[in-house]
Nanobody, 118 residues
């Protein structure tokens, strides 16, 4: 059994920073890549940032230069450092992982709320 557990969401003022973490738990699996998605009320879930097992990264245009994705492969953990946060970054943030465990498939975390408000 593989599970993704997220942490680090919360309430922050515009211009502030937050760091999200997502750890994959279990054993006997291999991670090909991990990423963060977000879903604001009334909107579709969208990609925020991704990172491959080799460390290649990609970002949505809306967060480039403000967010940084990183990973610790030894800990099966991915991070999202979010700086210069804006009200429009308010959303539930979901961790996603491309994992081989019996078969290759995508796993999702439970989501963590990020609210940017004065």
């Amino acid at each position: 059994q593989v599970q993704l557990v997220e942490s680090g969401g919360g309430l922050v003022q515009p211009g502030g920073s937050l760091r999200l973490s997502c750890a994959a738990s279990g054993s006997g699996f291999s991670i090909f890549g991990m990423g963060w998605y977000r879903q604001a009320p009334g909107k579709q879930r969208e990609l925020v940032a991704i990172i491959s097992s080799g460390g290649r990264t990609g970002y949505a245009d809306s967060v480039k230069g403000r967010f940084t994705i990183s990973s610790d492969n030894a800990k099966n953990t991915v991070y999202l450092q979010m700086n210069s946060l804006k009200p429009e970054d308010t959303a539930v943030y979901y961790c996603n992982a491309d994992i081989l465990f019996v078969r290759r498939q995508n796993y999702w975390g439970q989501g963590t709320q990020v609210t940017v408000s004065a």
